[in-house]
């Protein structure tokens, strides 16, 4: 079956370090993957995608490159701030009859001044 | 646009009671997801709707477990009689088509006694 599997937080930066945040996926045929973010009290926003292989995903800073060698779809970030202080999601879309989207555990960012 | 509109956003009730989770989809979507979130299991996929029809029910959990969408524009998540491993976060999420990108409410946190 299909799995995401991302690194355990939580992470703790300060300002204006860089992150990254490890994402491996297993699925069948060719998924799509993303990145969500759940900021305190709030549901999950879409904050960027990749549909294929070596797509690079993109918003607010954030990148994400699709990488179906490694099965990978690490999410980076120059430099962080504290208003990025969230749980972090990757998740995999696969469709071939099942539309549903599998998420990873979550990793919570906390950013400080 | 309003996005996804969930109520009530918090409820605390006893074991044993009925709870009602009402979920409003973006206007236009057709799809419709209801998701639950806790910190050991993470985020799950309870049901999905397509066109008001139910899809796929194999992630609910128990018979205790029932969701509806009488219209395209109102789902309910109920839970009879709740138990206390039933707390946690009961997202509702919407799309265009099951295979588009998914939008989710706020969130209801559900605390059974």
């Known amino acids: 079956g299909n799995s995401v599997t991302q690194m355990e937080g939580p992470v703790t930066l300060s300002e204006e370090a860089f992150l990254t945040i490890n994402c491996t996926y297993t699925?069948?045929?060719?998924?799509?993957l993303f990145w969500y973010v759940q900021y305190p009290g709030e549901g999950l926003q879409l904050l960027l995608k990749a549909t294929k292989a070596d797509d690079k995903g993109s918003n607010k800073g954030f990148e994400a490159t699709y990488r179906k060698e490694t099965t990978s779809f690490h999410l980076e970030k120059g430099s962080v701030q504290v208003s990025d202080s969230a749980v972090y999601f990757c998740a995999l879309f696969s469709g071939a009859g099942s539309y549903q989207l599998t998420f990873g555990k979550g990793t919570k960012l906390s950013v400080i001044p | 646009d309003a996005g996804v509109i969930q109520s009530p956003r918090h409820e605390v009730t006893e074991m044993g009671q009925e709870v009602t989770l009402r979920c409003k989809p973006i206007s236009g979507h057709n799809s419709l997801f209801w998701y639950r979130q806790t910190m050991m299991r993470g985020l799950e996929l309870l049901i999905y709707f397509n066109n008001n029809v139910p899809i796929d029910d194999s992630g609910m959990p128990e018979d205790r477990f029932s969701a509806k969408m009488p219209n395209a524009s109102f789902s309910t998540l109920k839970i009879q009689p709740s138990e206390p491993r039933d707390s946690a976060v009961y997202f509702c999420a919407s799309s265009l088509t099951m295979d588009n990108e998914q939008f989710f409410g706020p969130g209801t946190r559900l605390t059974v006694l």
């Open positions: 699925a069948t045929g060719y998924p799509s």
